[in-house]
């Protein structure tokens, strides 16, 4: 069983809030952490810009990315939204063993 850390950043965190519930609701995801504001600098059409995001932890399987994916990108603002994924190399067994038993069982 794979698990991965789904980051993804909103402007809002009603944003951030509506996205998370569904992918739980879903069981897409056991878990989302939410932060509080942070600072992203980037560049986006040529220009270098700065903003105000909240940042979205998405604790799931690998197998389930494609779908998680397309639920963020369907309820997302951004034309381009962040939508990356982390390996997580080890956890407890009871961590691990929860999320397994939380996420949506797939064939």
């Given at each position: 069983m794979s698990f991965i850390q789904v980051m993804t950043t909103t402007e809002t965190r009603q944003q951030a809030q509506a996205i998370a519930r569904r992918l739980v609701e879903d069981k897409l995801a056991a878990?989302?952490?939410?932060?509080?504001?942070?600072?992203?600098t980037y560049l986006w059409?040529?220009?270098?810009?700065?903003?105000?995001?909240?940042?979205?932890?998405?604790k799931t399987r690998e197998d389930l990315f494609p779908q998680v994916e397309a639920v963020i990108?369907?309820?997302?603002?951004?034309?381009t939204p962040e939508?990356?994924?982390?390996?997580?190399?080890?956890g407890s067994k009871d961590y691990l063993q929860w999320l397994d038993e939380t996420l949506l069982k797939t064939g």
């Open positions: 878990c989302v952490q939410i932060s509080q504001a942070i600072e992203s059409q040529g220009r270098i810009e700065c903003s105000q995001e909240v940042l979205c932890a998405i990108k369907k309820m997302h603002p951004y034309e939508i990356i994924a982390l390996p997580i190399a080890k």
